[in-house]
């Protein structure tokens, strides 16, 4: 080998030996994407503590804290993590068996999973999402699941969390008996982005429920012969019977509960009432019942309304000359008038005293006035359910003094 030709392989390994020494010192692959839409801070090992906002890269032993704003991180397997004020959570070296979970350290996360549950963990308790769960961490690990489920470990006990349920476990690792209804909150966003519809829903039944309760009397509408005449479907649905309608529930929420479970479809009619009611007297509102069995919030609320409609006192008031008004039989529809006649009159008025013919003036013929009722309907329905709630609430009442 000549001169030149043992100096160029010298060259050559010495080029690769840096090239290897290098790539060992380069950076770590990115175990996702995070997007600041405020302020956050990222602490890395080896690296003085940064604030950041826009996009940067995540990578193993990384720990984020949002500062303010919020902000996101995108991670394999099209796993997202989505994070706002407080919201801290660290992503530590992968072990040599798997790669290692993200650690919620502290506040509140989004959680929603890709192809597969999403497997994190925190203080003493391992959490896998399958769909979307808010988690929230503080004195106590609260996970509350919107869509899908999530299934919660901690010292060899598990609890699964279905959707619109939530489960608390506390400092002392006590895990709860059974998940409880979703506590949805109208100031908090991520609940108004998936329940929205099911909180305003809620306010909509509760109103109409409360309104019929308040036009019966104490002891009507506890019976199953009485919603029979409120719902045919009801009339002829054969596991329809006496046992299924308590005498200690209030007659308006008989009512929801009962269209409910009509326009449901999950399941047997039997098991559709019994997690209607089961699920409501757990706590659950009417909007989130109504959710969880798959009903749709217009054929719900006609049901409702055609079942007032039906309802003796409805008929009761409607009689000549009471000037109450009735309930609408459809949601948006025109509302029924309340028609009083005004008698004609004819009075003599003498045009003197002793003296001359008399002048006799009549009044203009009986004139009809129409006077509007039902449900207040502005296209608002915050005003609209207040309003409606109000009026039912009084007219209730007014009845029961024998106005």
Same mark, same amino acid.
């Given at each position: 080998?000549? $001169?030149? !030709?043992?100096? &160029?392989? %010298?060259? @050559?390994?010495?080029?690769? =030996?840096?090239? *290897?020494? #290098?790539?060992?010192? /380069? ?107 808010? $988690?929230? !961490?503080?004195? &106590?690990? %609260?996970? @509350?699941?919107?869509?899908? =489920?999530?299934? *919660?470990? #901690?010292?060899?006990? /598990? ?245």
């Amino acid at each position: 080998m000549t $001169v030149v !030709r043992r100096r &160029a392989v %010298l060259l @050559a390994m010495f080029l690769l =030996s840096v090239g *290897l020494v #290098a790539c060992s010192h /380069s950076s770590p692959s990115s175990l996702g994407r995070l997007t600041v839409d405020g302020q956050a801070d990222v602490i890395r090992p080896g690296v003085e503590q940064q604030e950041v906002t826009g996009a940067h890269d995540v990578r193993a032993g990384d720990r984020i804290r949002v500062r303010q704003g919020t902000a996101q991180i995108r991670l394999a397997g099209g796993h997202t993590l989505e994070l706002r004020l407080g919201s801290d959570v660290e992503f530590p070296a992968p072990g040599t068996s798997a790669p290692a979970k993200p650690v919620l350290m502290a506040g509140d996360f989004l959680v929603t999973s890709g192809d597969v549950p999403f497997a994190l963990t925190t203080t003493g308790a391992d959490l896998a999402v399958t769909g979307v769960a808010r $988690v929230s !961490r503080g004195v &106590a690990l %609260l996970v @509350a699941t919107y869509q899908g =489920s999530a299934v *919660l470990r #901690a010292g060899g006990s /598990s609890i699964t969390i279905p959707a619109l349920r939530q489960a608390a476990l506390p400092a002392t690792g006590a895990f709860p008996a059974r998940p409880a209804p979703l506590e949805a909150s109208p100031s908090d966003s991520w609940d108004q982005r998936f329940l929205s519809d099911a909180i305003e829903l809620g306010n909509q039944l509760a109103a109409r429920s409360q309104g019929f309760t308040a036009q019966l009397g104490p002891t009507e509408g506890r019976t199953a012969t009485f919603f029979r005449g409120l719902f045919p479907r009801l009339a002829a649905e054969p596991a329809f019977d006496a046992s299924l309608v308590s005498s200690s529930r209030l007659p308006g929420e008989t009512l929801v509960g009962a269209s409910i479970t009509l326009e449901g479809t999950r399941g047997t009619f039997a098991e559709r009432w019994a997690a209607v009611f089961g699920f409501h007297d757990d706590g659950a509102s009417w909007g989130l019942v109504a959710l969880d069995q798959g009903v749709s919030r217009v054929p719900l609320l006609q049901t409702v309304e055609a079942a007032i409609a039906q309802s003796p006192a409805t008929f009761a008031q409607n009689q000549p000359g009471t000037g109450t008004p009735s309930l609408p039989t459809t949601p948006g529809s025109a509302s029924p008038a309340t028609t009083v006649p005004v008698s004609s009159t004819t009075t003599t008025v003498p045009k003197g005293r002793g003296t001359g013919p008399t002048t006799t003036t009549t009044a203009p013929p009986t004139t009809t006035t129409t006077i509007p009722s039902g449900p207040l309907n502005t296209g608002s329905p915050l005003v609209d359910n207040t309003v409606n709630s109000l009026v039912d609430t009084l007219t209730g009442l007014l009845r029961s003094l024998g106005q």
